[in-house]
């Protein structure tokens, strides 16, 4: 049974960016909404950042801190092309949120930031976006700011991160030199003038290339060398070892005075792929044209202090979604009702009547929907999950308050189901000292803030003595569980995982014991 997407719908686009915090990621999102027609002035994005800490209880991590931790989807129109942008959080702690993020996106942009290059603790988040294996455009900002100069940024790309550069344009001049870009496509160099704090787009004026580099003088000289090196090279945009994720098309400019976004947004429209068919968990590929289906990349409750609620953002992946459809929940098989589905934008939400893949459905209080599972209508079918990362940090979690039990053992609970921490249970000590296990230790200071502010539950943190973590099955356990100094943890979903004090006994065990199962998740 098929569901031919309409003809008349337009295509669509599922990218998203990530940055380190600072590199101009809120910038650049609001410039693309600028260039887009989707604001008239520059400023908007930031206020509702601002706004977000009025609107959600524990958000204010994100404003102290600067970095995003909730992701939002933003939704806007160009060129006939229906954008979908999810954000992503902006540190490295928040690796396994970015992963499930770049799940439910067929491209991203990485910014950065032209005068620092490719930051260490950023570095994670990079290669975490080359695992998934979409296609990355690279976007340098900040160009009007002195760096070590184009070439730099091509080698670090090049030698960090592994993907080969092809700048698709290049900047003539940098810092307050920075005269504008040869776009090397057509060999035609827009120059720019800045419009009054880059609240409106800047004013761009198109030259011949060579005319532009004589006019741009001393920095005409050395970017025409530089030209002549990258042709030399052949480091020419290639469409194709972009696809497969092993090049990434480099662009450069500045958000904050509106160069080079407009190259940029149209790249998005013209490179980035359209949504295509998906692989299934039995090895079958979903089309876009089959049945409705989607499956959840996030969850997030008590998004906002007015809606006490629980949603699930599902990402479709085939079929048309229409509100009131009945859909069913794999694995459960449960019918879900879907009359209350949303659309989101920003922290800001609406009801969706419509959604093809590509688009994001935001399902309402279906507290039996955990990140990875997949809905559906027609035959069943299931996506692969999303995997876990192996934690790197370990600390036991102790209720401070004995009459709030209740709460703690609800939000624990839900910090869980959301993914923001992993909660393994020791056997004896079960729920009264869950063992709370994160990538990042910033983690955990989400966790503490929302068990206090948002479930009235003052928790205790306690450095455990674990330090890795790998999983295994029942047969394993049996096993490990009489192994000295190796406990075996379960997480509410049933799931196992051995955990180690040093690399010491993990490889003791490893080399004494190669018939178990320790699965090491994703690093
Ligand atoms: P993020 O979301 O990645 O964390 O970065 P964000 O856009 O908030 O930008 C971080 C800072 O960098 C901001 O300055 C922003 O104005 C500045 N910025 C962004 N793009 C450019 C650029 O192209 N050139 C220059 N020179 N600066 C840029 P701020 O002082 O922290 O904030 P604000 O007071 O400007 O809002």
Redesign the pocket.
Known sequence: MTSPLPETAAPRRAFAII????????????KLLLYAGAIETAGSV?DRRGQRSTTSDWQEIEQKR???ISSTVLRFSYRNTEINLLDTP?HKDFSEDTYRVLSAVDSAIM?IDAAKGIEAQTLKLFEVSKQRGIPLLTFV?????PGPGPLGILDEIEEKIGLLPTPVNWPVGLGTDFFGVVDRRDNTLVRFTRSEHGKTAAKEKLLDMEKGLDAAQEWGKIAREELDLLHELGQDLDTETFLAGVSTPVFF?????N?GIQHLLDAVVDLCPAPGPRNTQNGSTRQTDDCFSGFVFKIQANMDRNHRDHMAFVRVNSGVFQRGMTIFHEPSGKPLNTKYAQQLFGQGRGTIEKALPGDVIGLVNTTDLRIGDTVHTGDKVCFPPLPTFAPEHFMVAYNRDTTRYKQFKKGISQLDREGIVQVMRHPTRGDQAPILAAVGPLQFEVALHRLENEFGAPVELSPSRYKFARQTDEASAKILREIRDVDVLEKEDGSLFAVFDSNYVLNHTRENHPELVLREILT
Request: hydrophobic share 30%; proline share 3%.
């Open positions: 940055s380190h915090p600072d590199a101009g990621k809120t910038t650049l999102t609001e930031k600067g970095i995003s902006g910014v900002n900040k160009c009007d700011r400019g500045s958000a904050l005075w160069f």
